[in-house]
C-alpha cells in the first residue's frame, strides 16, 4: 500500500511555544463567553458520561457479569418523576425510611447506552447535544479526549480520571480546535461569532509564526488568552555544557545543589495567611450569594491567583538558571502527592481508642510542602531540556539523606537534624540536603561527556561558584551552605587536581558570575 502523505503538522517540525496575554472584551462578549462555557460544561458532561458508561460496560463484557441478576437488591417500585408515579426497576436497599416511614425517591437503573464505537467518535455524539459554536465545542471534545487517553495510559500513573464539571469544578477555559482565530493589527484578536476582542502584547507574536491553538481562559483577575505558537524560536546557549549539577528540593530550602547553592524557599502562602484570613472573615460575614458576597469571594479567588503566579516566575526562574547553566541535571525524584498524605492513625494496644500520631505536626508539614510546590521544577526542568537537547536524571530518592557522601555509609543517626549531617562511621559533617545533593549527582546515570568522578564538596570551589543573586562575595562566608563545612573530606594526592575544581575553572571561563535574568516564558515548550 501507498504510505500516506505527511500533513502540514508532520511537515512543520518546529518547536512549539505557549504564550499569555489579557483580554479585554466588552460586556456583549463577555455574556456571549460566560453562555459558551455554561454550555461547554454539558457537553463535557455528556461525552464523559458516554464514555464511563462505555468503559463500564466492556468490563461487563470481560468479566460476565450482569447487574440484572437476583431479585433480592433490585425490585419494582413507584417513584414520582414529575408529580406523576412511574414503576421502575430499583434499589430496594435505600427506597424506605423507617423512622419517617416514608418513601425515599428510588434510584432507576439507567438504560443501557449506544456506545458501540471508538471515544472519539462518542465524544462527537455526545458534542451534537448542544449547538453553539461548532470550533469551541470541537476543542472541548479534544481536551476531554486527551484527558480520557491520559487516564487509561498505564505509561502515566498519576493521571487521574476526568471529572464532571459543576459549581465546584468548573469548566474554565475554551479551545479553538482548529485555530480559526486570527489576530487583527497588534491590538485586537478575531474570533468566530465574538469578532474582535481587545488584547494587550501581541506584538510578541512573530510575523511569520503559525498559531497552532487559541484557548480563552477565565481566570480570577479577569480573561485571558493562551496561543500556541509554532516557530524558529531562539535557543540560547548552554554556559557550561559538559557540567553537570544535582539537586535536592526541599521545604527549608527550595532547591540545595552538590556545589553548594541553596535557595531559601519562598513562602509565598504564608505570607498572605494573615491578609486571606481576614479576607476570608470578612466573607463569612456577607449574605451567602448576594453582590457583596461575590465581590468578596472573587477577591479571595484573585489573592490565591495572586499566590499561583509568584510560584510559577520562582520557579520559572530557577528552571531556567539550572537548564541555561548546565549540560545536565539530575533531580531527586520525590513523589509529592503521597509525601503531603495524613498521619496514619495508631490504635491503641488494648484496642481502646487511638494514640498520638502527630497529626498537627504532620499537617505543618503538608502545609508547607504544598506552599513550595517543589514538583513544579521536576516539570518545567524536563520540558525546558528537552527543547535545547540537556540531559536530566530522575534520581530514586531512597537512603539519599542517610548516607554518607564520603564514604557511603548508610545510617538513620547520620542526619542528626534537618540540617545537620554527621557520619557515625568517618565523622564527615556536611549541611544534610547538600549531602543529599551529591549522593544525588553520584546516582545519576550520567553520559560519557561528564566527569563521573564522585563528587566531594570542597570550601574554596563553593565561594567560587555562582549563586541565584549573581555570585558570593570572598569577603562573606560561605553563607550558601547553611551547616558546618567538610573537615572529614579526603585529600587530594599531590599533582591531582580536584573534579570540582576543574569545574569551578570552566565556570569563570564561561564567566557565569552574572545572575541569568530571562523571562518566565523563555524556552518554555
Given at each position: 500500500?501507498?504510505?500516506?502523505?505527511?500533513?502540514?503538522?508532520?511537515?512543520?517540525?518546529?518547536?512549539?511555544?505557549?504564550?499569555?496575554?489579557?483580554?479585554?472584551?466588552?460586556?456583549?462578549?463577555?455574556?456571549?463567553?460566560?453562555?459558551?462555557?455554561?454550555?461547554?460544561?454539558?457537553?463535557?458532561?455528556?461525552?464523559?458520561?458516554?464514555?464511563?458508561?462505555?468503559?463500564?460496560?466492556?468490563?461487563?463484557?470481560?468479566?460476565?457479569?450482569?447487574?440484572?441478576?437476583?431479585?433480592?437488591?433490585?425490585?419494582?417500585?413507584?417513584?414520582?418523576?414529575?408529580?406523576?408515579?412511574?414503576?421502575?426497576?430499583?434499589?430496594?436497599?435505600?427506597?424506605?425510611?423507617?423512622?419517617?416511614?416514608?418513601?425515599?425517591?428510588?434510584?432507576?437503573?439507567?438504560?443501557?447506552?449506544?456506545?458501540?464505537?471508538?471515544?472519539?467518535?462518542?465524544?462527537?455524539?455526545?458534542?451534537?447535544?448542544?449547538?453553539?459554536?461548532?470550533?469551541?465545542?470541537?476543542?472541548?471534545?479534544?481536551?476531554?479526549?486527551?484527558?480520557?487517553?491520559?487516564?487509561?495510559?498505564?505509561?502515566?500513573?498519576?493521571?487521574?480520571?476526568?471529572?464532571?464539571?459543576?459549581?465546584?469544578?468548573?469548566?474554565?477555559?475554551?479551545?479553538?480546535?482548529?485555530?480559526?482565530?486570527?489576530?487583527?493589527?497588534?491590538?485586537?484578536?478575531?474570533?468566530?461569532?465574538?469578532?474582535?476582542?481587545?488584547?494587550?502584547?501581541?506584538?510578541?507574536?512573530?510575523?511569520?509564526?503559525?498559531?497552532?491553538?487559541?484557548?480563552?481562559?477565565?481566570?480570577?483577575?479577569?480573561?485571558?488568552?493562551?496561543?500556541?505558537i509554532r516557530w524558529d524560536w531562539p535557543v540560547p546557549n548552554v554556559k557550561m555544557p559538559d557540567v553537570a549539577v544535582a539537586i535536592d528540593p526541599g521545604v527549608r530550602f527550595a532547591t540545595s545543589t552538590d556545589y553548594g547553592r541553596q535557595v531559601d524557599a519562598p513562602q509565598f502562602m504564608l505570607k498572605q495567611t494573615k491578609k486571606l484570613r481576614r479576607e476570608q472573615r470578612k466573607l463569612s460575614r456577607r449574605k451567602l450569594k448576594g453582590k457583596n458576597w461575590q465581590k468578596q469571594a472573587a477577591k479571595i479567588a484573585r489573592l490565591h491567583e495572586k499566590v499561583s503566579r509568584q510560584r510559577n516566575a520562582f520557579w520559572h526562574k530557577e528552571s531556567t538558571y539550572f537548564v541555561t547553566s548546565f549540560g545536565g541535571v539530575a533531580i531527586e525524584d520525590n513523589n509529592f502527592n503521597n509525601m503531603g498524605r495524613k498521619a496514619k492513625a495508631k490504635p491503641k494496644e488494648d484496642g481502646k481508642g487511638y494514640e498520638r500520631n502527630n497529626q498537627a505536626q504532620k499537617r505543618g508539614l503538608n502545609r508547607s510542602l504544598k506552599d513550595v510546590a517543589c514538583s513544579r521544577l521536576k516539570v518545567m526542568v524536563e520540558t525546558k531540556a528537552k527543547t535545547i537537547n540537556n540531559e536530566v536524571h530522575l534520581v530514586r530518592s531512597h537512603h539519599n539523606s542517610q548516607t554518607c557522601s564520603e564514604c557511603g555509609h548508610v545510617a538513620k543517626d547520620n542526619r542528626k537534624s534537618q540540617s545537620n549531617f554527621s557520619c557515625v562511621n568517618c565523622g564527615h559533617s556536611l549541611n544534610a540536603d547538600i549531602n543529599a545533593a551529591i549522593n544525588i549527582y553520584n546516582r545519576a546515570?550520567?553520559?560519557?561527556?561528564?566527569?563521573?568522578?564522585?563528587?566531594?564538596?570542597?570550601?574554596?570551589?563553593?565561594?567560587?561558584?555562582?549563586?541565584?543573586?549573581?555570585?558570593?562575595?570572598?569577603?562573606?562566608?560561605?553563607?550558601?551552605?547553611?551547616?558546618?563545612?567538610?573537615?572529614?573530606?579526603?585529600?587530594?594526592?599531590?599533582?591531582?587536581?580536584?573534579?570540582?575544581?576543574?569545574?569551578?575553572?570552566?565556570?569563570?571561563?564561561?564567566?557565569?558570575?552574572?545572575?541569568?535574568?530571562l523571562s518566565l516564558w523563555d524556552i518554555v515548550a
Open positions: 500500500m501507498p504510505k500516506a502523505k505527511p500533513t502540514d503538522k508532520e511537515k512543520d517540525k518546529r518547536p512549539i511555544k505557549t504564550l499569555e496575554f489579557k483580554l479585554y472584551p466588552n460586556q456583549s462578549q463577555v455574556l456571549t463567553l460566560t453562555d459558551w462555557l455554561d454550555r461547554g460544561r454539558k457537553v463535557w458532561n455528556n461525552g464523559l458520561a458516554v464514555l464511563l458508561e462505555k468503559d463500564q460496560q466492556d468490563w461487563r463484557k470481560k468479566v460476565g457479569f450482569d447487574p440484572m441478576d437476583g431479585n433480592e437488591a433490585w425490585q419494582w417500585f413507584p417513584n414520582q418523576v414529575g408529580g406523576k408515579t412511574v414503576f421502575g426497576l430499583c434499589c430496594a436497599i435505600t427506597f424506605y425510611n423507617r423512622r419517617q416511614n416514608e418513601h425515599y425517591p428510588a434510584c432507576f437503573i439507567r438504560h443501557p447506552q449506544n456506545v458501540d464505537g471508538a471515544p472519539r467518535s462518542l465524544i462527537y455524539r455526545a458534542t451534537q447535544l448542544d449547538n453553539f459554536c461548532t470550533r469551541f465545542k470541537g476543542g472541548i471534545g479534544d481536551d476531554l479526549l486527551e484527558s480520557w487517553k491520559a487516564y487509561k495510559d498505564k505509561n502515566r500513573p498519576t493521571a487521574k480520571l476526568p471529572k464532571f464539571k459543576g459549581k465546584r469544578f468548573p469548566l474554565k477555559s475554551l479551545s479553538n480546535g482548529e485555530c480559526t482565530a486570527k489576530i487583527v493589527g497588534k491590538t485586537a484578536i478575531k474570533f468566530p461569532l465574538l469578532g474582535n476582542i481587545r488584547t494587550k502584547g501581541l506584538e510578541r507574536v512573530p510575523q511569520d509564526s503559525k498559531i497552532c491553538t487559541a484557548r480563552i481562559c477565565r481566570k480570577a483577575s479577569g480573561w485571558y488568552l493562551q496561543l500556541a546515570d550520567w553520559s560519557n561527556r561528564y566527569n563521573l568522578h564522585p563528587r566531594r564538596l570542597q570550601v574554596s570551589d563553593m565561594e567560587r561558584y555562582p549563586s541565584f543573586d549573581g555570585g558570593i562575595d570572598a569577603s562573606q562566608k560561605p553563607a550558601t551552605v547553611h551547616g558546618k563545612p567538610s573537615n572529614g573530606t579526603r585529600s587530594q594526592q599531590e599533582g591531582e587536581s580536584s573534579p570540582l575544581s576543574e569545574i569551578t575553572e570552566k565556570s569563570r571561563s564561561h564567566g557565569l558570575a552574572k545572575p541569568v535574568q
